[in-house]
């Protein structure tokens, strides 16, 4: 069949099973844009090309799906880069389309020339400049299966405009032809079942999950493999929802602003079942501290991450689901063989004494200023099994995934690796077109809104209702909590003033209706009356006080025996009073961490 490359293009994404693509257009792409409007695949029109590069995360957050995005060369391409950046940490399936001048101008500084893929090639999974038309079909299935297969990511196709323009001959592959790519699934049988001996032996294990058990849709055999055994479970900021917040083995979110429980756990834990976690430093805190008593087993389908961080006594590569399941196994059979299955009631007996005697804390004073931990509380109260919960990056993340209870996989969407600010407005209406069905609820803080805002009108004019609950403390809230902190309460350039802009005004002009609360008695009955509203989109405007801080926290490179609980545990200057261990350690030059900092 005789079609142009564009219609190849839009074809091709119709053969992949693509239900929308979200996108920018301009001049190298415009081919592209043609046949769109003959097609079946929905567009929605983002206002900035970074946006939709976080609608298309949000949509594949939601869904499990691959995220597509469309944009224009140059500045269209360098737009997408920090959303690119974003899938890339955080193991989110995009494919990307960009167009390009025509391929005889390359290299010549044309109008709105970029060599796309050398910008992007540290910060995609496969990138590819397409010089064939007859290539497309090809290159777009293998850009979907690259992106959904192994561990998920972003892949950027390169068109140039005059291939857009050619024709060719379309056909689509019954078959991907790429023996360089095989990515390994099934586990070593050795390593399996030195996995389940280490597990069955140790007295203090924890298994340590992270967001590759919800990539490789692995809840299940985290739950049999966790209840089997009554081992206890953390999920990090990117598993949240992998074991449901409420199941009794569950301890919470570890690291920085992590669960004092959960944080400890794994410091004295004797063996760490690590499931789709990549011992990141926000978890690890000072990596020649962290558990330091702990065998490790590492399950992770990327091989790169297995040793990289911290050596792993028993390395096993493969997909999560498929090495949860081989690892059950091998436990059964090593039981009915006759192995005795440890005995860990004295481990939980800790680990309900240190619960008990280390909650989260919130001080609300009847007549006191706001506190967002009342806010995110009674969020909380509201989110039911159906609720997808969307989060931009700073304090309001912390107390967000604190506060917060889950219940599902997938139901917590958020920027965790590269921590991006303005994550939140463009996540939350792509989640929203995924999951039409699902009750959307953003929570983002005052400077992470302000970074995207302008997705507000694509909310609008696409239809897609989403409610915002924006922590506004007038300020750029973790930057201002390490200043305070840790120099010494030098507040540099962090003000952001509460109406500049006016919120409730904002929402008016983007066709949201805008609510305002800045009492704790008003808080319950301004959130029932946003969600009463239905389908129509809010904005509620939560006034909260300024000077209230996200802990626990353990300070950047500090030990994660330095958790503090509170303010008064910090010695100003850049250190700590000390947490589980005498003596704090001393932090030279902190950096903000998941904070509204870039």
Known sequence: MQISGAQAVITSLEHAGVEV????????????YDPILDSSVRHVLARHEQGAGHMAE??????????VVMATSGPGGCNLVTALADAMMDSVPLVVITGQ?????????????????????PVTKHNEMVTDPDRIPEAIAEAFHIA???????????LPKDVLGATCDFAWPDRLRLPGYRPTVRGHAKMVRE?????????????????????????????????????????????????????????????????????????????????????????????????PEAEIIHVDIDPAEIGKNRAADVPVVGDCEVVGRQILE????????GQQPPDLSGWWSQLRTWQAQHPLRCDQQPDGPLKPQTVISAIGERVDASTVVVAGVGQHQMWA????????????????????????????????????????????????????????????TEGVPVVFCVINNGALGMVRQWQELFYDSRFSQIGLPADAPDLVKLAEAFGFIGLRCERPEDVEATLDKALALGDAPVIVDFRVDASE???PMIPAGASNDDIMESPEECTPGGGSAGGGEPGGASVAEPQPATSEAR
Not at 21 to 32: N, R, T
Not at 330 to 337: D, R
Not at 406 to 414: D, L, V
């Open 21 to 32: 693509i979200f996108g920018h257009p301009g001049g190298a792409i415009l081919p592209a």
């Open 58 to 67: 949000g949509y594949a957050h939601a869904t499990g799906r691959v995220g």
């Open 101 to 121: 001048v025509p391929t005889a101008a390359v290299g010549g500084d044309a109008f709105q020339e970029a060599d796309v893929t050398g910008i992007t090639m």
């Open 148 to 158: 959904s297969t192994g561990r998920p990511g972003p892949v950027l196709l390169d």
């Open 195 to 291: 996995a389940a001996a280490a597990i069955l032996r140790r007295q203090r294990p924890v298994i340590y999950a992270g967001g590759g058990v919800i990539a490789a849709g692995a809840q299940d055999v985290l739950r049999q493999l966790a209840e089997r055994l009554d081992l206890p479970v953390v999920t990090t900021l990117m598993a949240r929802g992998a074991l449901p917040d409420e199941h009794p083995l569950c301890l919470g979110m570890p690291g920085m602003h992590g669960r004092w429980t959960a944080v400890t756990a794994m410091q004295r834990a004797d063996l760490l079942i690590t499931l789709g976690a990549r011992f990141d430093d926000r978890v690890t805190g000072k990596i020649s501290a962290f558990a």
């Open 330 to 337: 091998a436990i059964e059979e090593a039981l009915t063989a």
């Open 401 to 460: 995934s604190q506060y917060l209870a889950f219940r599902h996989p997938r139901q917590w969407i958020n920027s965790g690796g590269l921590g991006t600010m303005g994550f939140c407005v463009p996540a939350a209406i792509g989640a929203k077109v995924g999951r039409a069905d699902a009750r959307v609820l953003a929570v983002d803080g005052d400077g992470s809104f302000q970074m995207t805002l302008q997705e507000l009108a694509t909310a609008t």
């Open 549 to 551: 801080k996200v802990f």
